[in-house]
C-alpha cells in the first residue's frame, strides 16, 4: 500500500503525481485493499467510491465496454452466456509496464492480456451455471490518469 512517508507500495510505478496534490492516491488504495479483503470473503463495500456498474442484457456488449474504457482486450467476449460470474477490476496507474495481477494468483504477474482473459475464461463456472463470487483482478496501466474501480457484473 503506498504512504505519504513514501515506504514500500503495492502499486509500483503508481502516479505519484496524484499523491502530491491531495493524497488521494493514498486513500483509494486503502480502500481497494479494503474492497479486495472484504469481496474475498463474501462482503461488500458499502460506500461511495468511484465505481462503474455495467448491467444489460445477454450479448449486449457490457464486456466489450469494458474492455473499451480499460483498453486492452482481456474479457471473454462472444455469442450465448458468456460472462457467467461478476468480475472485480481496480485500475491502477503506472508508469511502466503493463500486467494483471489476480486475487487468487497474487504472486503472479500477467504481462500477456491473452492470458489474462484465458485464466477469466477457466475462472467461469461450466456452461449453464452461474456463480456469484467475483473475480479480482487489479490492472496496472499507464492509460488511466486517475484511479478508478469497476466493479462489474458482466
Ligand atoms: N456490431 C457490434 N457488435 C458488438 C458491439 N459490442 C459488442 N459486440 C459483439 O457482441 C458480442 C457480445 O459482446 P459481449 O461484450 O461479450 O457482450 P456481454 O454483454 O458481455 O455478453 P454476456 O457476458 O454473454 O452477457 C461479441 O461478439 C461482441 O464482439 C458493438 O458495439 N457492435
Ligand atoms: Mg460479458
Sequence with gaps: ????????????????????VSGEKDLIDMMNDL????????????????????VGSQSAGKSSVLENIVGRQFLPRGCGVVTRRP???????????????????????????????A???????????????PIQVKIYSPRGKNQNIIYAII
Excluded at 1 to 20: C, L, Q, V
Excluded at 35 to 54: C, E, F, R
Aim: aromatic fraction near 10%; proline fraction near 5%; charge should be negative.
Design 87 to 117: 468480475t472485480l477490476i481496480q485500475l491502477y496507474p503506472t508508469q511502466g509496464e503493463e500486467y494483471a495481477i489476480f486475487g487468487h494468483k497474487e504472486n503472479q504477474k500477467f504481462t500477456d492480456f491473452k492470458e489474462v482473459k
Design 119 to 133: 485464466e477469466i475464461a477457466a475462472q467461469m463456472p461450466a456452461k449453464f451455471n452461474f456463480s456469484s463470487i
Design 1 to 20: 500500500m503506498a504512504t505519504k512517508n513514501g515506504s514500500a507500495t503495492a502499486a509500483p510505478n503508481s502516479a505519484d503525481e496524484i499523491d502530491a
Design 35 to 54: 474492497q479486495t479483503k472484504l469481496v474475498a470473503n463474501g462482503y461488500s463495500l458499502d460506500l461511495a467510491l468511484p465505481q462503474i456498474v455495467v
